[in-house]
């Protein structure tokens, strides 16, 4: 299988080709960064590296996610987004895109995440209304978006587990001194550090307390699911999948 990586130059990009000489079955066909570096073999041409490409890995930044999907429909290639921080115009070129190539969007690759997130889907659906869910996230300094991809992706299994929509019961980061609204799901953000990334989802009801929580302590965790995603996305049908199809574990909501 080949593979392009978008973003090739960032923290992901290099975690991920550093996972990639422990899967010698998996060969890099191009990377592809904001400026070339001939040094690290990274061009910034997308077209001309995905043409014999299998899969692209994409975690750059959400202003290039539409373009970049348009490409992999230009020459057949499956494409996972590991990008946060997609607005509508990305999400929206991701269904499009879906229809003609395989497409994985995931805010979190990792196995723990993709566990945590069902964990929370049954939690919420098990646990009555009345328990108040709040969603606490901490990573690095330079993380450009919040609440997390991920923070959210947890608050959308908590509205779903919920049987609601997560639009309606989103809630913003706490300032002042407004109360909480009932079924509201809260988030709060640490910035700091070198956090790789910590997420915590509370729910709290009288008298008794339950927290769901992954931490984790290296890049090579999400580099790793990328590449299982990426071989598993490699040859499937035209269509929108998800991590917890790639690692098996979907619980019934
Ligand atoms: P980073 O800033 O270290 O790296 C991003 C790289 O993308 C940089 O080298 C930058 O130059 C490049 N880039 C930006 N825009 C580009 C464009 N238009 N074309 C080509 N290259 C471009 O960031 P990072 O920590 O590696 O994270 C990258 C993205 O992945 C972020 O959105 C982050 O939130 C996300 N992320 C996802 C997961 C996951 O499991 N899905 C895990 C960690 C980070």
Redesign the pocket.
């Known amino acids: 299988m080949r593979v392009v990586i978008?973003?090739?130059?960032?923290?992901?990009?290099c975690?991920i080709r550093e996972a990639l000489a422990h899967r010698p079955e998996i060969q890099l066909a191009g990377a592809?960064?904001?400026?070339a570096d001939a040094s690290r073999g990274i061009s910034?041409d997308l077209d001309s590296v995905l043409r014999g490409a299998d899969v692209m890995i994409d975690?750059?930044?959400?202003?290039?996610t539409a373009a970049?999907l348009a490409a992999c429909v230009r020459h057949g290639v499956a494409a996972l987004v590991?990008?946060?921080?997609l607005g509508d115009e990305a999400a929206r070129a991701a269904t499009e895109a879906s229809s003609r190539i395989p497409v994985l969007v995931?805010?979190?690759?990792?196995l723990g995440?993709t566990l945590l997130i069902e964990l929370v889907r049954q939690a919420a659906k098990a646990l009555p209304a009345d328990f108040d869910i709040e969603i606490t996230e901490g990573h690095h300094r330079?993380?450009?978006?919040a609440p997390?991809?991920?923070a959210l992706a947890l608050g959308r299994a908590a509205a779903d587990g919920r049987g609601l929509s997560f639009e309606a019961v989103r809630g913003s980061t706490r300032e002042g001194e407004a109360p909480r609204r009932a079924g509201e799901i809260g988030f709060s953000v640490i910035r700091a550090g070198d956090l790789v990334?910590d997420h915590d989802v509370l729910f709290a009801g009288e008298g008794e307390r339950i927290t769901l929580g992954h931490q984790a302590t290296d890049?090579a965790i999400?580099a790793r699911?990328?590449l299982k995603a990426a071989s598993w996305l490699s040859g499937r049908a035209p269509g929108r999948y998800q991590m917890v199809d790639v690692l098996g574990l979907k619980t019934s909501a």
């Open positions: 978008v973003g090739a130059a960032g923290r992901m990009g975690a592809i960064d904001r400026e910034t975690f750059s930044s959400p202003s290039s970049n590991g990008t946060t921080g995931a805010a979190n690759t990792s995440v330079h993380k450009k978006d997390s991809g991920t990334g890049r999400f699911g990328a």
